[in-house]
């Protein structure tokens, strides 16, 4: 079956640049999408179909997608951003979805 | 404005069926491409997808688990259904529905507040 792997952390210090990857085979011909999940919350749509931003989330947040990774990319990163990171994929070959590991963003 | 809210037992014995309803407003189930969706979250761990239906009754389940679960919808009602059968202690999660209207593909642009949902004698 289809694995999406991610790094189970990222740190980054405040007003830098955060990246999350998502490695899967071939992934760059598959649309990814990523969640956030706060502590006690539950997640939340922040980029669809590999860079499509939802109403309302900042532009700080971009996406992109290319051969075997996906990567989440949010810049100017913010204490609220703080929180665990999920990758998304729909596999029409085994009509299945599937999650990422999830990655645990750390804002130092 | 879309919502979205679980319900059902918060603990449930070994070998027992859960049955979990999702009740939502601001969209229709009778739309077309719009599904609903269950995912899980064991304590601690990752998301897991579990099951899907759409509009037009097409149902999806994750292979691992399609023996053991069930999704209906009561269009009416605006409900959708979940049944797990022969629940373990590892079955113990938060189990969150989430609304997709991007068939074929799944997006999951809202979702409940999720529900805790323990196993034990």
């Known amino acids: 079956s289809y694995v999406l792997t991610q790094p189970p952390s990222v740190s980054v210090a405040p007003g830098k640049t955060a990246s999350i990857s998502c490695g899967g085979n071939?992934?760059?011909?598959?649309?990814v999408h990523w969640y956030q999940q706060k502590p006690g919350q539950a997640p939340m749509l922040v980029i669809s179909?590999?860079?499509d931003r939802p109403s309302g989330i900042p532009e700080r947040f971009s996406g992109s997608n290319s051969g075997n990774t996906a990567t989440l990319t949010i810049s100017r990163v913010e204490a609220g951003d703080e929180a665990d990171y999920y990758c998304q994929v729909w596999d029409r070959n085994i009509d299945h979805v599937i999650f990422g590991g999830g990655t645990k963003l750390t804002v130092l | 404005q879309i919502t979205l809210k679980e319900s059902g037992p918060t603990l449930v014995k070994p070998t027992q069926t859960l049955t979990l309803t999702c009740s939502f407003s601001g969209f229709s189930l009778s739309t077309s491409g719009v599904g609903v969706g269950w995912i899980r979250q064991p304590p601690g761990k990752a998301l897991e997808w579990l099951a899907l239906?759409?509009?037009?009754?097409?149902?999806r389940y994750s292979p691992s688990l399609k023996t053991r679960l069930t999704i209906t919808k009561d269009t009416s009602r605006n409900q959708v259904v979940l049944t797990m059968t022969n629940m373990d202690p590892v079955d113990t999660a938060t189990f969150y529905c989430a609304h997709s209207e991007t068939y074929p593909h799944v997006v999951l642009d809202s979702w409940g507040q999720g529900t805790l949902v323990t196993v034990s004698s």
């Open positions: 071939n992934i760059g011909s598959k649309a």
């Open positions: 179909y590999d860079t």
């Open positions: 239906i759409y509009w037009n009754d097409e149902m």
